[in-house]
């Protein structure tokens, strides 16, 4: 997991990407109105715990209305991993995710779909989960995406665990956020190979 990456702009994180810390907060207030207002019969005090609670009611519904960039590189990252492990693979939707001029080992976007493929039938790839993923925007058109991913993979001895890590880097272009290069970074632990790839 990357140690040096910048945390996420904090008012975007709060409001947008992980508001629930802000909804419990509005709804302390709203509470701590209401029962002290109770207490010393104030009804005013008690009727203004309802802008907290209207807060509270508001934040995860502007939250799920607004999907950051971050949020968007996350899910764009989950539906390459979708197309990726699944049998056969989806082709069609891992082209639409890769950019025209995607890298990986010096392969390009047609022959990286290939070795997708490849790998596909020679591995036997039964189900494939992200574990970890930490995202980072650099600049309005450009980010990255670390994840760790694991796979079982079934032969005839059986089925085998694999978990890898990967560093995907992203290109915004006509809105759409594509991966413009792919980095294999391990593989179980040990650092990845390009004699990994089938």
Known sequence: ???????PPLLEHILFENPWPLVIFFLAIAAALFVVGGRLEKIRM???????????IAVPLIANAVHTDREQLAERTQALVDAVAREPIDAAAMS???????????????????MAQR???KYNIQAGSITALEARVDAPDAGQIWFAIYVRIRSDGGEFPTKSQWLLHWR???????VSE????SVNDQPARKAYLP
């Open 182 to 185: 792919i980095q294999m970074i």
């Open 96 to 114: 639409g995710l890769l950019d025209e001029n995607v890298t990986f080992f010096l392969m390009n976007r047609d022959q990286i779909i290939a």
């Open 119 to 121: 790998a596909s039938a």
């Open 1 to 7: 997991m990357p140690t040096d990456w910048p945390n």
């Open 172 to 178: 915004k272009s006509a809105g759409l956020w594509r």
């Open 46 to 56: 008690q009727r203004s715990a309802l802008f907290p609670l209207l807060g509270a």
